[in-house]
């Protein structure tokens, strides 16, 4: 990669960051998906946060995060819902290949995977 011109969204958003500059709409939109910022994308986002806390039976207090990902790399949706939350000390994750405002409750894991979604403590990837 080029000192000067970074190769990527992520690599733009990056040297975005450390520059200390605004972001450009052009960054923000390819990371986070145009027009994605309405109420109806909100309610989306909070109705598969309530699904998760439903499916996985966790309490209120309970972090939970959901977020739409954009992708451009080649097989990988053009957005993706990612999800991660919190048990005591163990961080659980998974992916839906679809935007957030196509996720159904049944397109999330079975609640009896909970164990299977523990991310481990040596787990490394640049994607979650």
């Not at 397109?107 to 909970?114: E, H, I, R, S, T």
Request: proline share 6%; aromatic share 10%.
């Amino acid at each position: 990669m080029s000192q000067d011109r970074p190769e990527n969204d992520y690599d733009n958003a990056l040297s975005a960051w450390f520059s200390k500059r605004e972001p450009t709409s052009t960054d923000t939109d390819d990371l986070l998906g145009a027009g994605n910022k309405g109420p109806e994308h909100l309610e989306a986002l909070n109705r598969v946060r309530e699904w998760v806390r439903q499916r996985f039976k966790l309490a209120e207090d309970t972090a939970i995060l959901v977020s739409e990902v954009a992708c451009n790399l080649p097989g990988c949706p053009p957005l993706e819902t990612a999800v991660a939350f919190w048990s005591g000390d163990k961080r659980h994750h998974f992916k839906l290949f679809k935007k957030v405002a196509e996720v159904a409750f049944d397109d999330l894991p079975f609640g009896w995977m909970k164990d299977e979604l523990v991310v481990p403590d040596d787990f490394a990837c640049e994607c979650c």
